[in-house]
């Protein structure tokens, strides 16, 4: 019998569930064991921990895999759809008022509303066009993308078990297919898409026809969140706007940086080119963001890059500085950690809440693969995506790196560092010059942080390294140096004399600016707790229908702080819409790299940071809350909902904020507003509506409702 979440919560059994069953310690991948007797030497003298593989005998080789013999995998870039592939029905095929490039009626209350975008919050920009206008090759054209979620089989190691896991796959691939980390979608700035997600994951799936497996023997939903976006609400991954099994769903997403408005109106202006370039996105990424499952979701496979190539590096590449966007040199590596059962199945506790930590480690879905590189400089951005872990990374040879961005945004200069700590979800785009080695060297990208469990980081150990990536020196030395990437190098440069000197060159004007004190408009303190076993946020547990704030939209900037209460817990913090600027960490400056725009800040415990932010372009809802997948799930989420000022737009003159106990407004897309219990038997990953029997009551959950699966879009589509 399929057996839900909620009921092996409730009957604390971990049966029915591939990659859930509880085994001994011994039965599941262990963690290697370094060699000599303990007694710690200067870097290097001791054997580093390469995961499930080095034991003291040579013994617990992960299905006999030898680390560092496969080749590192990437992933393949996500074609557009063209000509007669292109989605049907149109995205915004409801009736619209005024015609094209107007704003669309209210919604009808039809599930089409949302699902075939552009939904109701575009009202603010009737033009979209000018999302897409003045980039310099004229090219304004829409991008669509077709993905489909589904479940196949994959090998960590090669001749290894065949394990079940969720993957994306392109639309225009054959069933079965898809990969983890799924397509890169590589997009210009200013340059609008529209993602179709067709969800496959349903309860019939692995019939023979449709190339799936079915390990689980339950419907699931998706959300994607685009980590770094600055989209609309109902594109934005919110944690209940579903894609449902068996359904589709548009995610339009602009691929610019935040739009000032009217001070006068709250209202963009029709045409205009007004938009922020401090916050110009370039490494962002997708993963799965439905509520309560992001964790077992996520561990199984659903997340992938997402690439925004701007003016500015194209000119950096054109100098020189940077690698060409998307090239040779221009790297996506993800770091994910997993335990395994003794079957090869990947295992997951949901009895866990501390956060899932693995013993075997894995970049673009391969366990320690390894790398060929020219004698020349490459750029990576390293995303952790796994959904505890924090890394300490450093490069075995001690050499230092050229950080050029973080998270979402490159920096306005170059930051060189030794090692840089990333928490789950961050990114950190690097330049490494490899152009230092000779032939054949070998360097590996090593994680020094040593970590137990979820709860946090035991310590930085540098003597005591685990190797993720190996690194192949090839090739002859290139005839000419290239431009180095280093200390000071100008990347974003300062819009704005902060201190550290202004830009000499002409020809790249300063972008970065910093969000200045006298904007601050509102202050608000966000703490995290512990309560009945879960995480909460200011004592609350996360209600999907109650707004924690309702930032004026537009209106200057907030001064948010983030408090650790959580006793020894870490917590990175994660804001969706738009970044923020850390201004103090426990009172003092963070490290130099997260001192500019980042959409993550780690809190370790106790920890304190001052935080400012502004809410800009759409109205809500958009969550906030700690990126440790599991601690979301336990209900460590905060909503905003950034609302126009009712005297200034008459469209929201009714619109009340969330308060978690009336159905959501209309005017706020996303849901349909009618009755409907999401949560049917066997068509969600629940059994019963609600949630925890110990939530029960505390408006936690969906309404109690009679289902009605007639009332629901997409049913029977065909795909392209």
């Not at 710690?40 to 054997?47: A, F, L, N, P």
């Not at 983890?180 to 609008?192: A, D, F, I, L």
């Not at 789950?424 to 020094?448: L, P, Q």
Request: glycine share 10%.
């Amino acid at each position: 019998m399929a057996i839900s979440r909620r009921s092996l919560i409730k009957r604390s059994l971990l049966a029915g569930l591939a990659g859930a069953v509880s085994l001994p310690f011994d039965a599941s991948s262990r963690r290697g064991r370094r060699g000599g007797k303990g007694k710690k030497g200067k870097r290097g003298d001791r054997k580093s921990e390469d995961s499930a593989n080095l034991s003291a005998e040579g013994e617990g080789l992960f299905f006999g895999y030898e680390p560092f013999t496969q080749k590192l995998v990437l992933p393949k870039v996500l074609e557009p759809l063209k000509d007669e592939q292109r989605l049907d029905p149109k995205p915004a095929a409801y009736p619209r008022n005024g015609g094209a490039g107007r704003d669309p009626i209210a919604p009808t209350g039809s599930f089409d509303d949302v699902t075939h975008a552009i939904a109701p919050e575009f009202g603010h920009f009737p033009d979209m066009n000018q999302f897409n206008t003045g980039f310099s090759d004229g090219d304004t054209h829409e991008v669509e993308w077709g993905l489909v979620v589904e479940e196949t089989l994959h090998r960590f190691v090669p001749g290894g078990p065949e394990v079940p896991i969720f993957t994306y796959r392109d639309v225009n691939d054959p069933p079965g297919s898809g990969s983890s980390p799924g397509p890169t979608m590589v997009v210009r700035y200013r340059q609008p898409s529209v993602l179709r997600c067709y969800n496959d994951l349903t309860e019939h799936r692995g019939t023979g026809e449709d190339g799936q497996v079915n390990s689980t023997h339950h419907a699931h939903e998706t959300s994607i969140h685009l980590h770094g976006g600055h989209n609309t609400a109902h594109a934005d991954g919110y944690p209940d706007f579903y894609t449902l099994a068996g359904e589709a769903r548009d995610y339009w997403y602009t691929n610019c940086g935040p739009q000032a408005t009217d001070p006068e109106t709250n209202i963009a202006p029709v045409h205009g080119d007004n938009f922020d370039e401090a916050w110009i996105p370039t490494t962002l990424w997708y993963h799965d963001h439905a509520m309560d499952v992001t964790g077992f979701n996520v561990i199984k496979g659903l997340a992938g890059f997402y690439l925004v190539v701007d003016e500015r590096e194209l000119e950096l590449a054109k100098r020189g500085v940077l690698p060409a966007p998307g090239g040779d040199q221009d790297i996506g590596l993800a770091f994910t950690d997993h335990r395994f059962n003794a079957d090869g199945t990947i295992y997951y506790d949901f009895l866990d809440h501390n956060g899932h930590i693995g013993d075997v480690f894995t970049v673009n879905g391969k366990v320690q693969p390894y790398f060929n590189v020219e004698r020349r400089k490459y750029r990576f951005r390293i995303l952790n995506a796994s959904n505890a872990r924090v890394y300490e990374m450093r490069l075995s040879s001690g050499q230092k790196m050229c950080i050029i961005g973080t998270d979402s945004w490159l920096l306005p200069r170059g930051i060189e560092v030794e090692s840089f700590e990333v928490s789950s979800g961050m990114r950190h785009d690097v330049i490494i010059d490899f152009s230092i080695y000779d032939e054949g060297d070998e360097v590996y990208i090593e994680n020094i942080m040593e970590q137990t469990d979820g709860r946090k980081g035991k310590k930085v150990d540098p003597d005591s390294p685990t190797r993720l990536l190996k690194f192949n020196v090839v090739g002859d030395a290139l005839p000419e140096p290239e431009v180095p990437c280093e200390e000071g190098t100008v990347i974003r440069g300062f819009a704005v004399d902060v201190g550290e000197g202004v830009d000499d060159d002409p020809d790249l004007p300063g972008q970065w600016a910093p969000i200045r004190e006298d904007e601050i408009v509102e202050t608000r303190t966000f703490r995290t707790d512990r309560a009945m076993g879960a995480f909460t946020i200011n004592n609350r547990f996360f209600n999907p229908r109650r707004a924690d704030g309702v930032p004026d939209l537009g209106v200057g900037a907030e001064r948010w702080w983030f408090a650790n209460n959580a006793g020894g817990w870490w917590h990175p913090m994660h804001t969706h819409l738009e970044g923020h600027q850390v201004k103090s960490l426990n009172g003092k400056l963070p490290r130099r790299e997260r001192r500019y725009n980042q959409d993550l800040t780690l809190l370790h415990g106790g920890e304190e940071a001052e935080c400012f932010v502004k809410f800009r372009t759409f109205s809500g809802p958009f969550v906030f809350h700690c990126h440790t997948v599991e601690h979301e799930d336990m209900r460590m989420m905060g909503v905003v909902d950034p609302t126009p000022t009712p005297e200034n737009t008459e469209a929201f003159d009714d619109a009340a904020p969330l308060d978690g106990e009336r159905q959501i407004d209309a005017i706020v897309s996303g849901v349909v507003p009618s009755c409907l219990d999401l949560e049917h038997d066997h068509y969600l990953y629940f059994d019963v509506a609600g949630d925890l029997d110990r939530l029960a009551g505390r408006g936690v959950g969906f309404l109690e409702c009679d289902f009605d699966i007639t009332l629901r879009g997409n049913q029977g589509r065909e795909k392209n």
